[in-house]
Nanobody, 123 residues
Framework: QVQLVESGGGLVQAGGSLRLSCAAS????????MGWFRQAPGKEREFVCAISGFGDTLYAESVKGRFAISRDDAKNILYLQMNSLKPEDTAVYYC?????????????????WGQGTQVTVSS
């Protein structure tokens, strides 16, 4: 059974940093496209960033220069380093994995999802 489990969320003040992790089990995602999405209350799930099986990255404009996605394929873990956090970054953050190599922005192109981890940024 494939599982993605996020961790590292929490409460942080504006300007602070958090590092999210997503541990995969049940299959290896080495070489697969993986991404981070977020959903704030009352809003649709939105793309944050993604990384391809080749290591290419995509970022939403709202997080570019502040967030960094990375992966450790040996450990089957995806990371999201979040710096200079803003109150508008408050959301539940989800990791997702594709069956294919390329990074994508559309949630519908991801086959596997974690349960999410809450990130709250206070002003």
């Amino acid at each position: 059974q494939v599982q993605l489990v996020e961790s590292g969320g929490g409460l942080v003040q504006a300007g602070g940093s958090l590092r999210l992790s997503c541990a995969a089990s049940g299959r290896t995602f080495s070489g697969s496209g993986m991404g981070w999405f977020r959903q704030a209350p009352g809003k649709e799930r939105e793309f944050v960033c993604a990384i391809s099986g080749f290591g290419d990255t995509l970022y939403a404009e709202s997080v570019k220069g502040r967030f960094a996605i990375s992966r450790d394929d040996a450990k089957n873990i995806l990371y999201l380093q979040m710096n200079s956090l803003k109150p508008e970054d408050t959301a539940v953050y989800y990791c997702a994995a594709r069956r294919y190599k390329y990074a994508e922005e559309r949630p519908s192109l991801y086959a596997y999802w974690g349960q999410g981890t809450q990130v709250t940024v206070s002003s």
